[in-house]
């Protein structure tokens, strides 16, 4: 019987356990990266990836990736990555807190989707790096469903 426990924890371990929302790097030096949770939602031909941040004050955007699809061949439920120039032409971040502090300059990253379905219910994952002009750094991970607004 105490078999039957472990073995959904081999199978999670097996299969590379799961993905979390993530935010890290180098800039968390200057500005707080905590978050309480992720949101995913497309308007129009935009992705928007924000990592969302509650207190008794009201809402922060910790960090707000935009990723402007039009002109990229979207696959249906499948891998996407975007780098270099591609990247900076089709990615606005954007931060949005109490203290109006907000990010530097990007100079230069990638994005790298897992899975996207772009369409509401559809489901996005993956990572980003941006590097800034001042060589600090800013991580990510995402996953979940998005939702149409």
């Known amino acids: 019987m105490k078999n039957l ?3 959904p924890i081999v199978i999670l371990l097996a299969s590379g356990g ?13 500005l707080s990266l905590d978050f309480d949770y992720l949101q995913i939602r497309k308007q129009q031909l935009f992705l928007i990836i924000e990592y969302i941040k ?10 707000k990736l935009t990723v402007d699809t039009q002109g990229l061949e979207l696959p249906d439920g499948g891998s ?10 089709h990615i606005e971040l954007q931060r949005t807190t109490f203290e109006n502090d ?13 899975h996207i ?4 219910n ?3 994952e993956g990572k980003f790096l941006c590097i800034f002009v001042d060589s600090l750094t800013l ?9 149409e607004i």
């Open 102 to 114: 907000s990010f530097p300059q990007v100079k230069d990253g990638y994005i790298h989707f897992s």
């Open 117 to 120: 379905d772009f369409r509401d």
């Open 5 to 7: 426990f472990f073995l």
């Open 54 to 63: 509650e207190s008794n004050r009201g809402v922060e955007k910790i960090c």
């Open 122 to 124: 559809g489901k996005a």
């Open 80 to 89: 996407l990555d975007l780098e270099d120039d591609v990247f900076l032409s």
């Open 139 to 147: 991580r990510g991970e995402f996953t979940g469903n998005i939702e």
């Open 18 to 30: 799961c993905s979390h929302d993530s935010l890290e790097g180098s800039i968390g030096d200057r």
